[in-house]
């Protein structure tokens, strides 16, 4: 990340960061990007930013904000979804959701590994950001997980891929597990 940063900067490129789907504690930190020394330009947010109130934001730095200048869009700053982006924010400091999927991620992982069924060639994980790649499609395995009441999509034809709520609770991870474990070794 930091050869990337360096290349745009030798190059006058914007460091354009995209945390839309890894940032707000998704991967156990405020932002992914926390764990490398860079300084993004440009960083995206949405999706978790209004707690399932649409909004998206674009965060510049003050080198670039003034090049940026005004970025107006008919529903941009609305005040519900500000309002809602806000309370979000708030909740995931008191609550400290960056710890939390941090510990369930492991915990998730950890309790996978133990038991990882043949068919599966890795599985990766950062937070509550989890993708278990298979040696085969993937979709057979998401009908079949949709069947025992586990809703998850692909990333990529032999990923399957985990986004739960930062909120779940250990006792639903487990179920899921239990479930994942059962539909994959079958
Ligand atoms: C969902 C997503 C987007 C698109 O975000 P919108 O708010 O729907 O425009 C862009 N980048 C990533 C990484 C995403 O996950």
């Not at 926390?34 to 999706?47: E, G, M, Q």
């Not at 043949?118 to 278990?132: K, T």
Request: aromatic share 4%; net charge negative.
């Amino acid at each position: 990340m930091s050869a990337v940063q360096a290349l745009c900067t030798e190059r006058g490129v914007l460091f354009i960061v995209d945390e839309i789907q890894t940032g707000l504690c998704r991967t156990g930190s405020m932002f992914a990007s926390d764990r490398y020394a860079i300084s993004p330009d440009i960083l995206c947010l949405a999706k978790a930013l209004g707690g399932g109130v649409p909004i998206g934001a674009v965060l510049t730095s003050e080198r670039v904000a003034p090049a940026v200048g005004m970025h107006g869009s008919t529903f941009g700053g609305n005040p519900l979804a500000c309002a809602a982006a806000l309370a979000t924010i708030d909740y995931m400091q008191e609550h400290t959701l960056d710890r939390r999927a941090h510990e369930l991620g492991d915990y998730f992982a950890e309790r996978f590994r133990e038991k990882q069924p043949a068919r599966v060639r890795e599985l990766r994980q950062i937070g509550l950001m989890i993708g278990i790649e298979l040696k085969e499609k993937a979709t057979p395995y998401l009908v079949a997980l949709m069947e025992e009441g586990v809703l998850a999509l692909s990333a990529g034809p032999t990923v399957i891929r985990l986004l739960p709520p930062l909120t779940v609770g250990r006792d639903q991870l487990d179920v899921v597990i239990d479930k994942l474990l059962k539909v994959l070794s079958a």
